[in-house]
């Protein structure tokens, strides 16, 4: 690997997280929070489990970040063609288009990334955190990753507030707890990020959108032709499909049925 390679923004921002999430770790338990407490006590239960959710963390991070979001593929395969013809068959008030970046045919819910610079399956948004696109593949995961991250930020708050004890002068407390405090805040501001993160995808998973289309619904054709959202089958069924798989089926097909109710309702 050459020098330079390492500097690229993935590796920086992955390695950031990494020293970020170690840092605070170290810090938590190098002050006199409940960590060390449990750990004078011979209670080592607890501080074991929280580190395996720190490294549990740190690993759906990694692998979000470092897997295919679910590129589209630039030179079609045998069994592509075969999609291709059965995309003909979907009604099409709304043309598939080819990107005009990579020139691939797009499917439904595709999006090209600058940033990536490849069309994405289910483009939900690209992550500057993640270094990477959030799409078909990963979006699962990274659900879950937000949701294990969100426990081991709760828990580091309340482990940095139990190490926290308020004296005057503020002199000494400052350089005593000073780095702890700062953690605490760091902490807090990180909960209330990944607080809102899960609550927004989990919404948009129980409807069966992404961010993408939900923010730009007005400018895309297969949203801005519809009342509503053509892909939506019920919280059951969306929660099945997003984490599942079941049921399986493209989302053209999806997109074709929901049209063909829609004729029939009229």
């Keep these: 690997m050459a020098p330079w390679a390492l500097l690229r923004p993935g590796?920086?921002?992955?390695?950031?997280?990494?020293v970020l999430?170690?840092?605070?770790?170290?810090?938590?338990?190098?002050?006199?929070?409940?960590?060390?407490q449990w750990e004078e006590q011979g209670e080592l239960l607890v501080?074991?489990?929280?580190?395996?959710?720190?490294?549990?963390?740190?690993?759906?991070?990694?692998?979000?970040?470092?897997?295919?979001?679910?590129?589209?593929?630039?030179?079609?395969?045998?069994?592509?063609?075969?999609?291709?013809?059965?995309?003909a068959m979907v009604p099409q008030a709304?043309?598939?288009?080819?990107?005009?970046?990579?020139?691939?045919?797009?499917?439904?819910?595709?999006?090209?990334?600058?940033?990536?610079r490849r069309c994405v399956r289910r483009y939900d948004h690209h992550c500057p955190w993640m270094e990477n696109c959030v799409g078909e593949r990963n979006h699962p995961l990274f659900v879950a990753y937000l949701a294990l991250q969100l426990v081991v930020l709760l828990w580091g708050l309340y482990l940095a507030w139990s190490?926290?004890?308020?004296?005057?002068?503020?002199g000494l407390w400052l350089r005593s707890s000073g780095l702890l405090?700062?953690?605490?805040?760091?902490?807090?501001?990180?909960?209330?990020?990944?607080?809102?993160?899960?609550?927004?995808?989990?919404?948009?998973?129980?409807?069966?959108?992404?961010?993408?289309?939900?923010?730009?619904?007005?400018?895309?054709?297969y949203l801005r032709q519809r009342p509503g959202n053509p892909f939506d089958r019920g919280l059951t069924r969306n929660l099945a499909h997003?984490?599942?798989?079941?049921?399986?089926?493209?989302?053209?097909?999806?997109?074709?049925?929901?049209e063909e109710g829609s004729s029939q309702d009229v």
Aim: aromatic share 12%; charged share 15%; net charge neutral.
């Design 11 to 18: 590796v920086l921002v992955r390695t950031g997280h990494t």
């Design 21 to 36: 999430t170690w840092g605070i770790t170290l810090v938590l338990f190098l002050h006199d929070t409940a960590l060390r």
């Design 47 to 87: 501080p074991l489990t929280f580190l395996l959710l720190v490294l549990g963390s740190l690993l759906l991070y990694l692998a979000v970040s470092l897997m295919d979001p679910g590129y589209v593929n630039v030179l079609p395969q045998p069994q592509e063609e075969a999609k291709e013809e059965q995309t």
């Design 94 to 116: 709304v043309p598939l288009r080819r990107c005009r970046y990579c020139m691939v045919l797009q499917p439904l819910r595709a999006r090209h990334c600058r940033e990536c």
């Design 163 to 170: 190490g926290l004890r308020f004296f005057r002068p503020w």
């Design 181 to 221: 405090f700062a953690t605490f805040l760091l902490l807090s501001l990180f909960s209330l990020v990944a607080s809102l993160l899960l609550a927004s995808h989990l919404y948009l998973v129980a409807s069966n959108t992404t961010t993408w289309e939900f923010i730009s619904s007005h400018r895309i054709a």
């Design 242 to 258: 997003f984490f599942c798989g079941w049921p399986s089926g493209s989302w053209e097909t999806l997109w074709a049925e929901d």
